[in-house]
T-cell receptor, first 111, second 115 residues
Framework: RKEVEQDPGPFNVPEGATVAFNCTYS??????FFWYRQDCRKEPKLLMS???SGNEDGRFTAQLNRASQYISLLIRDSKLSDSATYLC????????????FGTGTRLKVLA | NAGVTQTPKFRVLKTGQSMTLLCAQD?????MYWYRQDPGMGLRLIHY???????AKGEVPDGYNVSRLKKQNFLLGLESAAPSQTSVYFC??????????????FGPGTRLLVL
């Protein structure tokens, strides 16, 4: 089983739609969770960190479910500019500096 | 403030050749990382460094060496390139690992083709 798993997609959604991605992780001791965005042939950039209480940033909402070991990303009112690959990232065991990346979920927002 | 820069941006090597990839950051970050990204594999950690003069192995270190002689620079070396090392290499840096300060800042990547 992969340490961090994501549905590769692509998710094709019309502009204005709401779309959600999930990511599961295998290590219950994982400490920190993130969503990164990667545009085609570009470097990843942090979209948002995911906190235990959940957090929201504009149209983006991230949730953490420790019991089921998954994190989610919800995008409301999708824009064409949201088209990208969304990477789930997990840092395991406190004190280490190794981040495990998922393979990414590809989103295409259609006009 | 250039952030994280990588040189070169693209390189073609023949099997057995050597090369060094340079990563530089001007944000005074303690931590630096080298990743490779391959289709369907996600980013995989090659080596990382938690400070000047220190390095550690990541998930896929074989065939690579690194050095961090200065805090702002992290070098990745390929002593004898193999076709399996064809990939996109990303460097990243971050502050000390503590809550709310774990953002990794990535360089633009180096595309390496080994023939």
């Amino acid at each position: 089983r992969k340490e961090v798993e994501q549905d590769p997609g692509p998710f094709n959604v019309p502009e204005g739609a709401t779309v959600a991605f999930n990511c599961t992780y295998s290590n219950s001791a994982s400490q920190s969770f993130f969503w990164y965005r990667q545009d085609c042939r570009k470097e990843p950039k942090l979209l948002m960190s995911v906190y235990s209480s959940g957090n929201e940033d504009g149209r983006f909402t991230a949730q953490l479910n420790r019991a089921s070991q998954y994190i989610s990303l919800l995008i409301r009112d999708s824009k064409l500019s949201d088209s990208a690959t969304y990477l789930c990232v997990v840092r395991e065991v406190s004190g280490t500096y190794k981040y495990i990346f998922g393979t990414g979920t590809r989103l295409k927002v259609l006009a | 403030n250039a952030g994280v820069t990588q040189t070169p941006k693209f390189r073609v090597l023949k099997t057995g050749q050597s090369m060094t990839l340079l990563c530089a950051q001007d944000m005074n970050h303690e931590y630096m990382y080298w990743y490779r990204q391959d289709p369907g594999m996600g980013l995989r950690l090659i080596h990382y460094s938690v400070g000047e003069g220190t390095t550690a192995k990541g998930e896929v270190p074989d065939g690579y060496n690194v050095s961090r002689l200065k805090k702002q620079n992290f070098l990745l070396g390929l002593e004898s390139a193999a076709p399996s090392q064809t990939s996109v290499y990303f460097c990243a840096s971050s502050y000390l690992v503590k809550r709310n300060q774990e953002t990794q800042y990535f360089g633009p990547g180096t595309r390496l083709l080994v023939l």
